[in-house]
């Protein structure tokens, strides 16, 4: 059908045992994506990212739930699924003692490409992805950034409409993850391929997706843009300052009136250091100015206005009470995420489109 989302997921759920201990990694995950949307799956280290993906591409089964997959159902035809779509996972796929082009051609043949079309196509994406300059080096001889790229080639070989990201650029310098988002996008855009991919890197959902979909403790707490959960659940910061201490206790109360009256009753004036006045809400650019308006009209001199708009890890702290880093750092020590899944590392060395 033309209109049906490319991923269809209904109560995915996965729990493991891990001394004699049930784990829910995975918890009820439900939603759907259209086909052509970029959409980045953030949460700490240990809340389910990457048991979902799992999932979605049939590398673990769930234990209850099941998933329409471009089209296919997850649990009665894996093999229809895993022939239309791409994953990256967060090992490198490509083997070491081969070159990198004679690589491509081996995923070619693995989806029973003829030579001659396996040609056409590793030189296409060779070229899209700038290859062309190591296609001759072994796999072993490529830079993090190059291994990357060809792990993005090497799930894109049999042209999927549907490209799954695992944390592709962790580990890159900042030139090699600009470089890798510049054929992200390009890629996306010369083929409208599907998105959907994890990230510990907010900046990057930030600026290219436009869903981002947040999961802590095995389940989705939040799903929507960027720019309306930043909105809802973070707003911006607003910090007002003033030349003593006693006319800041008095702005905080005309603060507290102009916030309620906004509608914004439950937002919290922070009466601060250093002779100042802080608040988060939405749409802080409307708020400010009239914010200093009202405070001359009482009386009250603002020697300083500032209002620092959102970011992603505003919507963490919002969202869970703690940043990202803290939280995957955390998860991490715990080993939540990484123990129960190994049994899938092995198909991720090797790359899952094999």
Not at 180 to 192: P, Q, S
Not at 220 to 237: C, F, N, Q, S, Y
Not at 268 to 291: F, I, K, N
Not at 310 to 325: I, K, M, Q, S
């Amino acid at each position: 059908m033309p209109n049906e989302p490319i991923i269809e997921a209904h109560g995915l759920t996965k729990r493991f045992t891990v001394k004699k201990k049930t784990v829910d990694a995975v918890t009820d995950l439900s939603f759907q994506v259209a086909a052509g949307e970029l959409v980045a799956f953030l949460g700490p280290n240990g809340a389910g990212k990457s048991t979902s993906l799992r999932m979605l591409t049939t590398l673990l089964p769930p234990t209850a739930g099941t998933a329409r997959v471009v089209g296919h159902d997850i649990l009665s035809d894996p093999s229809g699924v895993r022939a239309r779509i791409g994953y990256v996972g967060q090992l490198t796929s490509g083997s070491f003692s081969q070159r990198t082009r004679d690589e491509l051609l081996s995923q070619g043949a693995f989806y029973g490409m003829s030579r001659a079309h396996a040609i056409r196509r590793a030189d296409e994406l060779i070229e899209s992805l700038d290859l062309g300059g190591f296609a001759t080096r072994t796999v072993q001889q490529l830079s993090g950034g190059q291994k990357r790229r060809l792990d993005i080639a090497l799930g894109l070989m049999h042209a999927p409409p549907l490209l799954f990201l695992d944390e592709p650029s962790t580990g890159l310098d900042p030139q090699s993850r600009a470089n890798l988002w510049e054929h992200i996008i390009d890629l996306r855009r010369t083929h409208g391929t599907t998105i959907f991919l994890t990230t510990h890197y907010l900046e990057e959902a930030d600026r290219y997706a436009e869903r981002v979909m947040v999961m802590d403790k095995g389940r989705v707490i939040a799903d929507d843009t960027a720019t309306a959960l930043k909105a809802t659940l973070a707003g911006d910061v607003l910090t007002l300052g003033f030349g003593s201490a006693d006319e800041a206790d008095r702005a905080a109360e005309v603060v507290r009136g102009l916030v309620a009256r906004a509608g914004l009753a439950d937002r919290e004036v922070r009466r601060e250091a250093e002779a100042s006045v802080g608040v988060t809400v939405p749409d802080g650019d409307a708020l400010l100015p009239q914010a200093v308006r009202e405070l001359d009209e009482a009386g009250i001199r603002v020697t300083r206005a500032t209002g620092v708009p959102p970011t992603l890890d505003d919507v963490f702290l919002a969202l869970t009470g703690r940043t990202l880093r803290e939280a995957g750092e955390g998860a991490a020590d715990s080993g939540a995420e990484t123990t129960p899944e190994t049994d899938a590392s092995a198909s991720e060395k090797t790359g899952a489109n094999r």
